[in-house]
């Protein structure tokens, strides 16, 4: 058998220092990725459990005036869907003015390149 030479040698103990770093930076990556997922659902357990705050507490209405709110938001709702269709036709028509002008501009130049 040969003897490996001195610079084989060196060369083998570097790679093998390169890969052993490389491993031990990956298992504290692993380390911080548990540590952040068990903060996580740490947060998460104390938010479930947290009680309702005054920000998040919602007054209760009457019937009436959610009845009341509620034909009004029906209303403007059926007004603003007949605004937009009132305006999508405006579009399309309008896109096939643009269509119809272009048309025709192309007609006319191939009219006259063909004299």
């Known amino acids: 058998?040969?003897?490996?030479?001195?610079?084989?040698?060196?060369?083998?103990?570097?790679?093998?220092?390169?890969?052993?770093?490389?491993?031990?930076?990956?298992?504290?990556?692993?380390?911080?990725?548990?540590?952040?997922?068990?903060?996580?659902?740490?947060?998460?357990?104390?938010?479930?459990?947290?009680?309702?705050?005054?920000?998040?507490?919602?007054?209760?209405?009457?019937?009436?005036?959610?009845?009341?709110a509620d034909n009004k938001k029906a209303e403007i709702s059926k007004r603003e869907k007949a605004r937009l269709r009132e305006m999508q036709k405006l579009k399309k028509k309008k896109i096939q003015d643009i269509l119809d002008a272009q048309n025709a501009s192309i007609d006319a130049d191939m009219k006259n390149k063909g004299k």
């Open 1 to 68: 058998m040969a003897k490996a030479s001195k610079s084989e040698v060196s060369s083998d103990e570097a790679y093998s220092s390169e890969e052993e770093a490389q491993v031990n930076d990956q298992v504290n990556v692993e380390e911080d990725d548990d540590k952040e997922l068990q903060a996580v659902a740490r947060s998460a357990d104390s938010d479930e459990e947290a009680p309702a705050s005054d920000d998040e507490v919602v007054p209760v209405e009457d019937d009436a005036d959610e009845d009341e």
